[in-house]
């Protein structure tokens, strides 16, 4: 249990002695606040999802930023034949921990992984490492999660919701434990318009929804998804909400707090600009776009793009773990919400978006791109299915026919189907706008010392989104692509050939239907010398008028 009524708590390497403040908070022994880094000092740290995008940059930075933490230990699955031991090793060389690595080449000794399989009973972990884990873990940090938007309903449910159940089990067996903070979305309750930092009523009990499951056949519990979803948008963010709930009812015995970022990009800052490593989310259609494939997408162009970089989650995260744990003795017996997003306190807008995108991927073309990046968004449905007609599925079936007839395999209108079935998943996020209370993330920062304030920096006011979304776009080419930045000009040059194909094949086009249609009609030719007429009498109007004027 952590509701500890005293606690003395060692700080490891810095030597330097946390203890209860009258209030119950954990202060130095001058009697102040101990620093975000002074707090992790000697801790022991259980993180899930440490393999995921938000759950490597959450490692690379407590490592980096508190290095006197004791131990890291990570609940990692073997995968895709390669053991947690290879894994967790190839996932330390990855240029994401370079500056831990120039900090301390022995940073892998902190790091200990722990075989686990969140969706098997006990989260399949041994016996000793329940031990091992009970008797020293004083943190958790939650970030296991599928986040797949058409996940089977069954699977996320198990691992979204009951394998944080079976965490927080966990959890309650840890003699010294301090803070749980759990990762959920700022989408979990995307039904609502306007979200506050409480956990809302689920949508169903989960313990009901489980039980009824587990006896059905798949095909039934797809057929009944829809229903049981109402609406929200995907199983995803159902049952993320399920989550909050459970995660809610231990929050009498646990000291919780749970972080609802919006939508994760890039890092902002650190470790270095533009960090990201998948394709979920926006990446993946900025990818899509600079490579000239994605040329529409439905998305409202005034609504508020509610993105977060992935440095600004972690460093909130971290600072969340701070705050609940050293204040555990005094919450009330609540999880404390934060809403980690942008759009109430520096707002960007998708249209924005856009441009700086397209313009980024021209000044930064990505390599061998299928034509050149020209994308628009608009909400309005016919004129989106037009241009999937023309800009999407109709330059597909050439290139393909081009491809069969060199006696390659068409591939273009896969592609392109694949594309669409992602877009169409993205779109409901991209059309509409929400309102979320962020004054939890305000309250953290005012309790932040000036120093925590820059090495934890959540401060979004201070974001520059063009800037951002350039860096961005780069991250993309260089840390998703594995494109290299000398490759620039090739790229150009690539482009300008595309340009030249294009004006090639437009005027073969016109050629084309001037021979088929116009010069085989009269009809059609009359109409044509009456446009063209109509043409040369305006000029000859314009012409006449200016020259009276002047
Ligand atoms: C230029 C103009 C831009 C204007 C911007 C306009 C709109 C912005 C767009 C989106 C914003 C909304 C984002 C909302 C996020 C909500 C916040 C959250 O809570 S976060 C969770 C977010 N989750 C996701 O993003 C996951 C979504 N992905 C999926 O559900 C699935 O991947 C899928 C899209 C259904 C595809 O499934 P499928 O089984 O077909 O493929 P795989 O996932 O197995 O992937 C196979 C292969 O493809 C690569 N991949 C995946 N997604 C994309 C993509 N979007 N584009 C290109 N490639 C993609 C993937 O990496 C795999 O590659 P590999 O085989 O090499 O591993
Ligand atoms: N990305 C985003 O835009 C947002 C994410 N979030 C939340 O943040 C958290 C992290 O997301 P993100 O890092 O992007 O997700 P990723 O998909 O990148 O990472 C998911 C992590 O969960 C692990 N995991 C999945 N299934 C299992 C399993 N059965 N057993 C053990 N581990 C498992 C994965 O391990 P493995 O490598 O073995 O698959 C991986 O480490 C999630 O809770 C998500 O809901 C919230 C808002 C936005």
């Not at 990201?276 to 926006?282: E, H, L």
């Not at 995108?357 to 061998?368: A, C, D, W, Y």
Request: aromatic share 10%.
């Amino acid at each position: 249990m952590i509701r500890e009524r005293s606690c003395i708590v060692k700080a490891g390497g810095t030597g330097r002695a946390t203890q209860m403040g009258k209030t119950g908070e954990e202060t130095g022994a001058d009697g102040s606040m101990v620093s975000i880094a002074d707090y992790y000092a000697g801790k022991n740290v259980l993180i899930t999802g440490a393999t995921g995008f938000m759950g490597k940059v959450l490692v690379e930075k407590l490592l980096r930023s508190c290095p006197e933490v004791q131990t890291l230990y990570l609940l990692v699955r073997p995968k895709a034949g390669q053991s947690m031991h290879e894994r967790v090793s190839d996932m330390m060389k990855c240029k994401l921990f370079d500056r831990v690595r120039e900090d301390n080449p022995d940073f892998h000794q902190k790091i200990v992984p722990i075989s686990s399989e969140l969706t098997q009973p006990a989260l399949a972990i041994s016996p000793e490492d329940v031990e091992r884990l009970t008797s020293c873990v004083n943190i958790i940090f939650h970030c296991a999660a599928t986040i797949r938007f058409d996940e089977p309903l069954k699977h996320a449910l198990q691992l979204n919701v009951m394998a944080t159940q079976q965490l927080l089990n966990l959890a309650q067996q840890m003699h010294h434990l301090q803070a749980f903070i759990h990762i959920s979305t700022a989408y979990a309750n995307c039904n609502r318009r306007h979200i506050d930092e409480i956990i809302y009523p689920p949508p169903v009990e989960p313990k009901k929804l489980i039980d009824s499951l587990e006896w059905m056949e798949d095909s039934i519990v797809r057929d009944i998804t829809p229903r049981l979803i109402g609406d929200r948008p995907n199983t995803y963010t159902y049952t993320k909400a399920l989550a909050e709930c459970v995660v809610q009812r231990e929050s009498s015995k646990l000291s919780i707090g749970i972080i609802r970022p919006s939508i994760v990009g890039a890092s902002w800052q650190e470790p270095f600009p533009g960090w990201i490593d998948n394709f979920n989310g926006p990446s993946g259609v900025f990818i899509a776009a600079g490579k000239g494939i994605l040329r529409t997408m439905r998305a409202n162009n005034d609504a508020v793009a509610d993105l977060i970089p992935v440095d600004v989650v972690i460093n909130l995260t971290l600072a969340a773990g701070w705050y609940t744990a050293v204040h555990r003795l005094t919450f009330p017996p609540a999880a404390l919400v934060y809403n980690c997003t942008t759009g109430g306190i520096n707002p960007f807008h998708w249209g924005e978006i856009e441009h700086h995108v397209m313009s980024s991927f021209k000044r930064n073309p990505l390599e061998q791109a299928f034509r050149r990046p020209n994308a628009n968004i608009t909400s309005n449905y016919l004129m989106n299915q037009y241009w999937i007609l023309v800009s999407h599925k109709f330059p597909a079936l050439i290139y393909d026919l081009y491809l069969r007839l060199s006696g390659q395999k068409p591939q273009m209108m896969r592609i392109f189907n694949r594309l669409h079935k992602a877009i169409g998943l993205l779109e409901y996020f991209s059309s509409q706008d929400w309102e979320w209370n962020s004054e939890n993330m305000n309250m953290l920062m005012s309790h932040l010392s000036p120093e925590d304030r820059k090495t934890f920096n959540f401060d979004v006011r201070q974001l520059n989104w063009p800037e951002y979304i350039e860096n961005y776009c780069i991250g993309t080419k260089k840390y998703v692509l594995n494109e290299d930045m000398s490759d620039i000009p090739a790229a150009k040059q690539h482009l300008r050939k595309l340009r030249n194909i294009r004006y090639t094949f437009n005027t073969l086009l016109l050629v084309f239907i001037w021979r088929v249609f116009i010069a085989r009609s009269q009809m059609a030719r009359n109409i044509w010398y009456f446009v063209v007429s109509l043409c040369f009498k305006f000029l000859s109007y314009f012409r006449a008028s200016s020259t009276l004027t002047n």
